[in-house]
């Protein structure tokens, strides 16, 4: 059975920094493109940042100069560092799985919630 974990949301001032954390299990992590979301209340998920399985990344450019994702194989482990937080980084942060071959797989986590206010 495969799960996301994450973890590492809160509240947090404008211009703090947050880590969040997502566990995989029941997958081979380093085979699958990682990647984060998010979802603002009243607006569709999007993209934050994803990392391929040989390292590329892509940002979102609301993100690019302050997010930093990475992950660690070992332990399973993906990662969001968010600098400079703004209040329209509130949202609620998920994690996404995905493997692409003849079938795309695709697995979800069951989000963090991220808030940005004085």
């Known amino acids: 059975q495969v799960q996301l974990v994450e973890s590492g949301g809160g509240l947090v001032q404008p211009g703090g920094s947050l880590r969040l954390s997502c566990a995989a299990s029941g997958i081979i992590f380093s085979g699958w493109t990682m990647g984060w979301y998010r979802q603002a209340p009243g607006k569709q998920r999007e993209l934050v940042a994803n990392?391929?399985?040989?390292?590329?990344?892509n940002y979102a450019d609301s993100v690019k100069g302050r997010f930093t994702i990475s992950r660690d194989n070992a332990k399973r482990t993906l990662y969001l560092q968010m600098n400079n937080l703004k209040p329209n980084d509130t949202a609620v942060y998920y994690c996404k799985a995905i493997l692409r071959g003849n079938i795309e797989y695709v697995h979800w986590g069951q989000g963090t919630q991220v808030t940005v206010s004085s």
């Open positions: 990392l391929t399985t040989y390292g590329s990344t």
